[in-house]
């Protein structure tokens, strides 16, 4: 059983930037694609940003240029830079990964907060 545990979600002012992590922990199976997703009150939860096993990566338009995903495989954390952030990009920001049998894992979620 797959096992992410996030970090470092907060409040921070309009323009101000945050780093998440998350630290996957419990399985020896591959993992395909790490990634963060957010929801913000009244709305669906959604993709911001993912990286594949391979390096390849994926961002929502609205965080294209913002945003950057890295991973260190060799601590099997994924981290998401978030910088010049907007009060709509407040939301609870969870991480999720895929593994190579297709199955699903979310962590717990964290809440970041953007103040104009």
Request: proline share 2%; charged share 15%.
């Amino acid at each position: 059983q797959v096992q992410l545990v996030e970090s470092g979600g907060g409040v921070v002012q309009a323009g101000g930037s945050l780093r998440l992590s998350c630290a996957r922990s419990g399985s020896s199976i591959s993992i395909t694609v790490m990634g963060w997703y957010r929801q913000a009150p009244g709305k669906k939860r959604e993709l911001v940003a993912a990286i594949t096993s391979g390096g390849s990566t994926n961002y929502a338009e609205a965080v294209k240029g913002r945003f950057t995903i890295s991973s260190d495989n060799a601590k099997n954390t994924v981290f998401l830079q978030m910088n010049s952030l907007k009060p709509e990009d407040t939301a609870v920001y969870y991480c999720h990964t895929r593994d190579y049998y297709n199955m699903n894992y979310w962590g717990q979620g964290t809440q970041v907060t953007v103040s104009s």
